[in-house]
């Protein structure tokens, strides 16, 4: 099951926070998976689109603010993850897909976006504070 580690960490205390809820979200849902309450577990899969639809719009005003230059192709991948995310949300919902696949691709979404496409903005923040 993914967790948070320090590994995961972009540098931006307010990102990192973000990230760590985004982990935990899917951490708990994973949990749920199994569980004998499945209006729970779709509660949390409705939470879990719209965090990430609000962290997304968090991290792209940051990236706005920062100048970054890489804001519009960050964008398009926050994009194609959401048309992903909820197409397989609205198959959830209609059981034509296990909660599970949604767990397991966002997981391995997160991770590695974490990892390449966010990090990328703390390594554009930390050079301009050094400037
Ligand atoms: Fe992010
Ligand atoms: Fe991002």
Known sequence: MLEW????????????LQHRYFVDLIGRLSVELEGEDPAYRTRLI?????????????EENLMYKLGFPGLENHRKSHRALLEKLNGQIGLYLVDLLDAGEITD?????????????????????NQVELQ
């Open 5 to 16: 580690n320090q590994a995961l960490s972009v540098g931006i205390e307010g990102i990192d």
């Open 105 to 125: 691709s966002l997981a391995s979404w997160l991770v590695h976006h974490i990892s390449t496409e966010d990090r990328e903005i703390g390594v554009f923040v």
């Open 46 to 58: 409705n939470e879990l689109g719209s965090y990430a639809q609000l962290h997304f719009v968090c």
